[in-house]
Nanobody
Framework: QVQLVESGGGLVQPGGSLRLSCAASGTILKINVMGWYRQAPGKQRELVATITSGGIPNYLDPVKGRFTISRDNANRTVYLQMNSLKPEDTAVYYC??????????????????WGQGTQVAVSS
């Protein structure tokens, strides 16, 4: 069974930093794009950043220059380094990955998996 487990959220003052981690586990054949989404209270979930299996990143405009996404393919882990945090970054952050795994005997497919979410709160 494939799982994504996140860690690293918390409360930080404006201007501070946090690093989120998300590790994939289970019988995995391949991990394609990995990414981070966030959902603030009363708002829709939005894409924050993605990274391809080859390490090419893409960012939501408001986080460019402040957030850095990276991944460790050997350890099936994606990271989000968040610097210069602002109150508007407050949200639940979710890890997402497109993973190829077995769905039945000898049958593999790629599916979207989500982490459980980790709270990031930016406040003085």
């Amino acid at each position: 069974q494939v799982q994504l487990v996140e860690s690293g959220g918390g409360l930080v003052q404006p201007g501070g930093s946090l690093r989120l981690s998300c590790a994939a586990s289970g019988t995995i054949l391949k991990i394609n794009v990995m990414g981070w989404y966030r959902q603030a209270p009363g708002k829709q979930r939005e894409l924050v950043a993605t990274i391809t299996s080859g390490g090419i990143p893409n960012y939501l405009d408001p986080v460019k220059g402040r957030f850095t996404i990276s991944r460790d393919n050997a350890n099936r882990t994606v990271y989000l380094q968040m610097n210069s945090l602002k109150p508007e970054d407050t949200a639940v952050y979710y890890c997402n990955a497109d993973i190829v795994s077995y769905v039945s005997d000898n049958v593999a497919a790629h599916r979207d998996f989500w982490g459980q979410g980790t709270q990031v709160a930016v406040s003085s």
